[in-house]
């Protein structure tokens, strides 16, 4: 009897321990306080660095705080207008015939590794009124805190929205509870007549045009916090291997009168704590 007493005691212990351990899902907060991005020959950047370009304030630092929070980075519009047209507005020239365009892109100091060419519209752009850029977001790369993604928002050339949901703009797009944008849209080129879906008006002073690359940036997407084992899961572990070592002293006849009905509690409180789990992710 006391054999059966202490493996199921044990059995309780470890699947407890294993209900109550921090999630490895769980990120850490990050703060991005400076930004910097190059397109073939030209450099945006944050206003507390030094580029050609110096566009998005981040002031003292955009703080992600939970896992899935994200920073969104594109031109900053209104008066500043098209100010981060990446491809064929890029002064060091990204469109098509022009030498490829590598993007780079450093957050709080760190280069980014990895790449695609999506801010350059692949070297594909062949200028003029036409050809339209909108694309949804493609991963770019990553650090063990974020992830980055790159897009692009075009709803002033003429041609259909290029993104593959027909809306000219990578989502999210918006400042919204986990998502925080920088950036503004601008009035419409002169002599513009839109008439495309999606596309943006062309009243002066509604500011709803977008030519511009977009710079997604997300917390926990790649990098997450390592679980470390609280007390109160210790404790538990503990008393489950104490069960074990005394269970492991009792008779052979005893053990095996015990071990299928402690095995099947135990699967179950596993089980239990899997479902729980799933249910938080």
């Given at each position: 009897?006391?054999?059966?007493?202490?493996?199921?005691?044990?059995?309780?212990?470890?699947?407890?321990?294993?209900?109550?351990?921090?999630?490895?899902?769980?990120?850490?907060s990050?703060?991005?306080?400076s930004?910097s991005?190059?397109?073939?020959?030209?450099?945006?950047c944050?206003?507390?660095?030094?580029?050609?370009?110096?566009?998005?304030?981040?002031?003292?630092?955009?703080?992600?705080?939970a896992?899935g929070?994200?920073?969104?980075?594109?031109?900053t519009g209104?008066?500043?207008?098209?100010?981060?047209?990446?491809?064929e507005g890029?002064?060091?020239?990204?469109?098509?015939?022009?030498?490829?365009?590598?993007?780079?892109?450093?957050?709080?100091?760190?280069?980014?590794?990895?790449?695609?060419?999506?801010?350059?519209?692949?070297?594909?752009?062949?200028?003029?009124?036409?050809?339209?850029?909108?694309?949804?977001?493609?991963a770019?790369?990553?650090?063990?805190?974020?992830?980055v993604?790159?897009?692009?928002?075009?709803?002033?050339?003429?041609?259909?929205?290029?993104?593959?949901?027909?809306?000219?703009?990578?989502?999210?797009?918006?400042n919204?509870?986990?998502?925080?944008?920088?950036?503004?849209?601008t009035?419409?080129?002169?002599?513009?007549?839109?008439?495309?879906?999606?596309?943006?008006?062309?009243t002066p002073?509604?500011?709803t045009?977008?030519?511009?690359?977009?710079?997604?940036?997300?917390?926990?997407?790649?990098?997450?916090?390592?679980a470390?084992?609280?007390?109160?899961?210790?404790?538990?572990?503990?008393?489950?291997?104490?069960?074990?070592?005394?269970?492991?002293?009792?008779?052979?006849?005893?053990?095996?009168?015990?071990?299928?009905?402690?095995?099947?509690?135990g699967?179950?409180?596993?089980?239990?704590?899997?479902?729980?789990?799933?249910?938080?992710?």
């Amino acid at each position: 009897m006391r054999s059966a007493l202490f493996i199921t005691v044990a059995a309780l212990a470890i699947g407890g321990a294993a209900m109550i351990a921090p999630a490895a899902s769980e990120a850490v907060s990050v703060t991005i306080t400076s930004v910097s991005v190059t397109v073939g020959g030209t450099t945006w950047c944050s206003t507390n660095l030094a580029c050609t370009n110096p566009i998005w304030d981040l002031g003292s630092g955009v703080n992600l705080s939970a896992f899935g929070n994200s920073l969104i980075l594109t031109q900053t519009g209104g008066a500043a207008g098209y100010n981060f047209d990446t491809s064929e507005g890029n002064p060091g020239g990204c469109g098509i015939g022009a030498p490829a365009c590598a993007t780079s892109i450093t957050i709080n100091g760190v280069l980014i590794g990895g790449g695609n060419n999506l801010l350059a519209n692949g070297n594909a752009d062949p200028g003029g009124n036409n050809h339209n850029e909108a694309a949804n977001y493609a991963a770019y790369g990553a650090t063990p805190a974020v992830s980055v993604f790159t897009g692009y928002a075009d709803n002033v050339h003429l041609d259909a929205c290029a993104d593959a949901d027909h809306n000219c703009q990578p989502d999210p797009f918006a400042n919204s509870a986990t998502d925080h944008l920088i950036g503004e849209g601008t009035d419409a080129p002169t002599g513009f007549v839109e008439t495309n879906p999606n596309h943006c008006s062309t009243t002066p002073g509604t500011n709803t045009c977008f030519n511009a690359g977009v710079i997604w940036i997300v917390n926990g997407a790649v990098g997450e916090r390592r679980a470390v084992p609280e007390p109160s899961t210790l404790l538990l572990l503990a008393v489950g291997i104490m069960g074990l070592a005394a269970w492991g002293r009792s008779s052979p006849t005893r053990r095996h009168r015990t071990v299928a009905g402690a095995l099947a509690l135990g699967a179950s409180v596993l089980l239990l704590s899997g479902d729980g789990a799933t249910k938080d992710q």
